[in-house]
């Protein structure tokens, strides 16, 4: 069958983007090495290593336990895993946010634990006196996300972690798509900000590391022995990891794009981002469209069916929060010039359809 790459030229709505250079070349290289037996691939495991340290860099915290995972889903899900099995509930609830990512639905069905949704704050952050007050004795875990992924909220991080820190239960950061931009942010969000236990930052996101390169960071080894089982038929006897096989081209990709970077260009790409979100939420604003302000570089407004749907139809890729706003996500792939073409179809779109 002959099928193309999708051009990035009017993705809106991913979260990915287009890798870094040197992080396609780097997974290039490493395709067929398997991180998931490092006794048998040795220097992909020293660059899972390195990665480690990398995020550890990013997230506040020396020497973090942890792994590259697939992605977010698979990071929140082993946070999740780790709480399930470390709580002494027999019936054991996880607390998070209705703005929480869908992988904590996921990870609740598997897993056999329930997710108990809190509505957030008018301004779509979790609200810490709901949390405070959805929190019990069965509450094995509290997550707060740190750049949800419709609005791009960074939730009150410090005050979460002191509730579940009261409550004696463990404490997750959901950092997948935030991660990247918020070390240059005055926002409290890592390790080093509050009692995080876990956190998921994702490089095949905001990094720029090729798909799959997800982060799965805990503060303790504790976290990664309860999630380890014994692996007899491999060299490496225990594996914490949800996955077997793993990406070594993941692996070598995340530890490229961090090397290529860290800290200097991932702050310009916040910058330019920042810029992006600002001009394309004023502009919104001007033609008369309700804009939710950006927080992070993530632009949600309202934006009639007929009008959507032109759009669409015109090839640009946009997508709607679950309560219907269409949502930008100034990726680093979102140029100006990509933003000044798509308010100009929204411009003619609006005429066609007589908005
Ligand atoms: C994208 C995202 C996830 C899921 O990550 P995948 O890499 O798609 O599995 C989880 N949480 C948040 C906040 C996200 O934006």
Known sequence: MDATPQAFDRVLSSMCT?????AARAAQRFLADNPGDPATYPDVAALEEHVLDALGTVTGLADPAG?????????????VRAARDLTASDDPVVVAPTSVHFSFQKAADVLDVNLRLVPTDDDYRADPDAVAAAVDDDTALVVGVAGTTEFGRVDPIPEL???????????????????F?????????HFGHAPVDTLTIDPHKVGRAPIPAGGFLARDDATLDALAVETPYLETTSQATLAGTRS????????AALDAQWPDEYRENHERATANATYLAENLRDRG???VTPELPLVAFDLPEATFDAVRADGWRLSRTGSGEARVVCMPHVTRAMLEAFLDTLDTARVGTRE
């Open 248 to 255: 070594g081209a993941g692996v070598a990709g995340a530890a």
């Open 161 to 179: 972690a002191a509730i579940a820190r009261e409550a004696g239960t463990r404490f997750h950061v959901d950092a997948a798509w935030g991660g």
């Open 289 to 291: 469209y309700d804009v």
């Open 181 to 189: 931009h918020l070390p240059f942010t005055d926002h409290a969000w």
């Open 18 to 22: 287009r890798p870094h250079p040197a």
């Open 67 to 79: 792994y590259v995972a697939g992605g977010g889903t698979e990071a929140n899900m082993q946070a």
